[in-house]
């Protein structure tokens, strides 16, 4: 399996601050990384695909980079909304894995 | 907009049988990948599996007890997992995955969740 490490596990972050959480994988992914965000009590929500495809609906303050096994979430400023657990996940092999998350607090 | 709702037990004992249901609703079942990702109780997610015409994928931890079968005609997609332990104990998610790449794997809509305890 290819194992997906985040970090850092826990984030503690004001409104208003640039946010980045990096993501390594195990072997190359050839881009096929996604991005997801989940609160308590409900489901992930899908918010970047293919390392950097914002997908529809979700603000301009989220951005995807990295390539090969290192990839980047980056929050240019932070909303209150946005305190949540963020996941990284790969699909380029069998089976689909996740990073273990990181939680992103208030400070 | 695509919703799917999970249904099923919520308590069930070791050894057993989990079973479980997603109804989709809002389109066809048939065209894309349908999958179950779990979660334990304050832990991270794992996919357990999915189903894509007639073909299905499972995670070979799993893979000896999991089956995802299709029932287009109620555009409902199960989950078996056999032999349960206290350690299959999770919020289950069914889920589908895009067609785009062919392979599948982005996630891009969720059922709510159902948490699954395994207690005797």
């Known amino acids: 399996d290819i194992q997906m490490t985040q970090s850092p596990s826990t984030l503690s972050a004001s409104v208003g601050d640039r946010v980045t959480i990096t993501c390594r994988a195990s072997?190359?992914?050839?881009?096929?990384l996604a991005w997801y965000q989940q609160k308590p009590g409900k489901a992930p929500k899908l918010l970047i695909s293919k390392v950097s495809n914002l997908e529809s609906g979700v603000p301009l303050r989220f951005s995807g980079s990295g390539s090969g096994t290192d990839f980047t979430l980056t929050i240019s400023s932070l909303q209150p909304d946005d305190f949540a657990t963020y996941y990284c996940?790969?699909?380029?092999?069998?089976?689909?894995?996740f990073g273990q998350g990181t939680k992103v607090e208030i400070k | 907009q695509v919703q799917l709702r999970e249904s099923g037990p919520g308590l069930i004992k070791p050894s057993e049988t989990l079973s479980l249901t997603c109804t989709v609703s809002s389109g066809s079942i048939r065209n894309y990948y349908w999958t179950w990702i779990r979660q334990p109780p304050g832990k991270g997610l794992e996919w357990i599996g999915h189903y894509y015409r007639a073909t299905t994928d499972y995670n070979p931890s799993l893979k000896s007890r999991v089956t995802i079968s299709v029932d287009t005609f109620k555009n409902q997609f199960s989950l078996k997992l056999s032999s349960v332990t206290a350690a299959d104990t999770a919020v289950y998610y069914c889920a589908r995955e895009s067609v785009e790449p062919a392979a599948g794997g982005l996630v891009d809509s969720w059922g709510q969740g159902i948490l699954v305890t395994v207690s005797s």
């Open positions: 996940q790969q699909y380029s092999t069998y089976p689909w894995t």
């Open positions: 072997q190359s992914l050839s881009g096929w």
